[in-house]
C-alpha cells in the first residue's frame, strides 16, 4: 500500500524547493579587487573573472582557474545559510570555438574537490558576449563551500570572461 502522507509531504517539499528557486533574490559576482584569503568575488562587480584554458585541455597552470567564490563571500543575504550557482554570463571569450566550463565546488582544495566528482560541465560554442549560461548545482553551504572555475578549449591560453550569478536560502 502506498504511503499517502510521505508521497505528499515529498511533493510538498519538492513544491516549496522549486517555488523557492524560481521566486528568489540573486547576487551577481565579478572579480574582487583583491582576491586574498577567502574573499575572492564581490557582489555587484563590474571586474569579470578570468578564466584560461589549456591545450585541449583544462587550463592547468598557476592561476588558470577563476577563484569565484570563497568562504568569506557568502552570505550576502542575512539570515540565508546555503546557496546554488545558477548562471555563468560569458563577458569575452578569446576564440570564437567550442568550451567545456567546469564550475567546482568544494570545502577543501580544488584538486580534492574534482577528484571527488563535485563539479558540473557545462558545453558552449562560440561563446558570445552577454550569453546567460545555465548552471546546473547542489545548494552548498553559505561561509563553508568554495566555488572555482576551470575552462577547456582546442586553443592552449584561450580565455574567457565571465560573471557569476547565485541564488541564496534560508534553509
Not at 70 to 86: E, K, L, Q
Not at 105 to 121: C, F, I, L, R, V
Amino acid at each position: 500500500m502506498i504511503d499517502r502522507i510521505g508521497v505528499l509531504r515529498k511533493i510538498e517539499q519538492a513544491a516549496f524547493a522549486l517555488e523557492n528557486h524560481i521566486h528568489n533574490r540573486e547576487r551577481w559576482f565579478g572579480k574582487s579587487g583583491d582576491q586574498s584569503g577567502n574573499n575572492w568575488g564581490t557582489e555587484s562587480s563590474l571586474t569579470p573573472f578570468r578564466a584560461i584554458s589549456g591545450n585541449i585541455a583544462f587550463g592547468s597552470d598557476a592561476d588558470d582557474e577563476a577563484l569565484v567564490l570563497g568562504t568569506d563571500d557568502t552570505p550576502c543575504i542575512a539570515g540565508t545559510t546555503r546557496f546554488d550557482p545558477h548562471t555563468i554570463m560569458v563577458e569575452a571569450a578569446s576564440v570564437a570555438t567550442e568550451y567545456v566550463i567546469r564550475v567546482i565546488y568544494g570545502t577543501g582544495t580544488m584538486a580534492d574537490a574534482e577528484t571527488a566528482g563535485q563539479y558540473s560541465d557545462t558545453m558552449v560554442t562560440d561563446a558570445k558576449k552577454g550569453e546567460p549560461l545555465d548552471i546546473h548545482m547542489p545548494r552548498l553551504t553559505s561561509g563553508s563551500h568554495k566555488v572555482w572555475v576551470r575552462i577547456k578549449n582546442g586553443t592552449d591560453n584561450a580565455t574567457m570572461d565571465f560573471h557569476y550569478g547565485i541564488h541564496e536560502y534560508e534553509r
